[in-house]
């Protein structure tokens, strides 16, 4: 192996203008600080042994056991490099620091990325079979922020608000030498110029109302109603990784009452959602599908339907790719701080009283079971249960 060993760098500044003359008596600013960093960090693939020569005798051939490659050796298997460059700020407002700001941007290029890929056909790998190889490159660029402060703050009441987000954007910069594009898996593309995690796919037109058969774009834009994912398969403007992510929280205190929330949000994402997929299928209609499988058929010429006449075979296409963003009330919790007047000269030092829920409600437009899932396919994957705990702390 040529690449084992490898040393890394960063370097970092920071600014505290507080320690400055003209800023380190005033109370309405009690932190201003900038800083910035730039560096390189590397991770391997996960295997320790991807760049040996493995087989194994899970085969047979004319009837005796044998030998085949479970793993191609490659000699100049490297690390994965990503250089990032991150600038921030940290702002405090309000004497009693009552309002907390934190801002950061980053720049980050990752190289030799690991790119599943075909080998050659007389390499002596199976059919359809991959390798892993350091040869892609993907530049992601991004924002993040986190706000945090007390709207209200007093003795017997005080009310704290957080906020904090990510925006990301991503691009694949180089895939190989030779090709500027390669699937990745049955729904996906790697392409130059589009983001990681970009679906693939033929483009739905709808059903004709005339004759109940499907609809389908050609690379052209004109409508056929042969589908031919070869020939009329796109990138499309959807993916599987978010662009916004965020939370927001929020503690309201009452006297010996708080009342704790956590919100979280996903945005600019999309996933396959194979649950309409099947239950749209004619080929699974013995197999206990959703009613939506006859009712919103095409029946009769005239018919505007969202499913094609039944004779007609289910295809992927890019109906099946639908947003999963969602907003979700993660957690919300009532505690009650008994007083310590109650416990007297007993053992007892305080004692909290708490009844929780948690994924208590989901905003969402996502038609699947549950849109929280980093899976390309929406299955019938167990979506995030929904939990309620009542309980008591005591400290002694």
Do not use: C
Not at 134 to 147: C, D, H, Q, R
Not at 170 to 189: F, P, Q, Y
Not at 287 to 303: A, F, I, T, V
């Amino acid at each position: 192996l040529k690449n084992r060993w490898h040393g890394f760098y960063s370097l970092g500044a920071a600014w505290d203008l507080k320690q400055e003359a003209f800023l380190h008596d005033n109370d309405f600013i009690p932190v201003l600080r900038f800083r910035a960093s730039y560096g390189q960090t590397a991770s391997p693939l996960g295997s320790t042994f991807n760049h040996m020569s493995l087989y194994d005798v899970t085969e047979t051939y004319g009837g005796l056991q044998a030998i085949k490659p479970s793993n191609l050796s490659n000699p100049d298997f490297d690390w994965e490099y990503v250089d990032e460059f991150n600038a921030g700020a940290d702002l405090t407002l309000f004497r009693g620091k009552r309002l907390n700001i934190t801002l950061d941007i980053y720049d980050k290029v990752t190289k030799n990325m690991f790119i599943n890929q075909p080998p050659s056909a007389t390499a002596g790998a199976g059919s359809g079979e991959t390798i892993p190889l350091s040869t892609g490159k993907m530049g992601n660029k991004g924002i993040e922020f986190a706000l945090n402060g007390d709207v209200i703050k007093s003795r017997n009441f005080t009310w704290n608000i957080g906020l904090n987000g990510a925006y990301n954007q991503n691009r694949i910069l180089r895939v190989n030498d030779v090709l500027d594009e390669l699937a990745e898996g049955d729904t996906r593309i790697i392409k130059v110029g589009l983001p990681y995690g970009t679906y693939y796919a033929t483009r739905w037109a709808g059903v004709d109302p005339a004759s109940g058969e499907a609809q389908y774009y050609n690379r052209d834009g004109s409508i056929s109603n042969v589908y031919n994912a070869e020939g009329q398969a796109v990138p499309l403007s959807a993916n599987l990784f978010p662009k916004f992510t965020g939370g927001i929280t929020s503690s309201l205190r009452w006297k010996d009452f708080t009342l704790s929330t956590l919100f979280s949000f996903v945005s600019g994402v999309d996933r396959w959602n194979n649950i309409d997929f099947y239950n749209e299928n004619q080929a699974y209609m013995t197999s206990n599908q959703s009613k939506r499988m006859l009712y919103e058929r095409w029946k009769k010429p005239g018919d505007i339907a969202e499913l094609q006449r039944i004779d007609i075979p289910r295809n992927f296409t890019s109906k099946d790719v639908q947003d999963a963003s969602f907003l979700r009330l993660r957690n919300l919790q009532l505690n009650y701080n008994v007083p310590l007047s109650i416990f007297g000269k007993t053992v007892f030092k305080s004692a909290t009283l708490f009844v929780q829920g948690q994924n208590l409600l989901t905003w969402t437009t996502w038609r699947g079971l549950d849109p929280e899932n980093n899976r390309q396919y929406g299955r019938f994957e167990y979506p995030n249960a929904r939990k309620y705990t009542a309980g008591i702390n005591v400290n002694f």
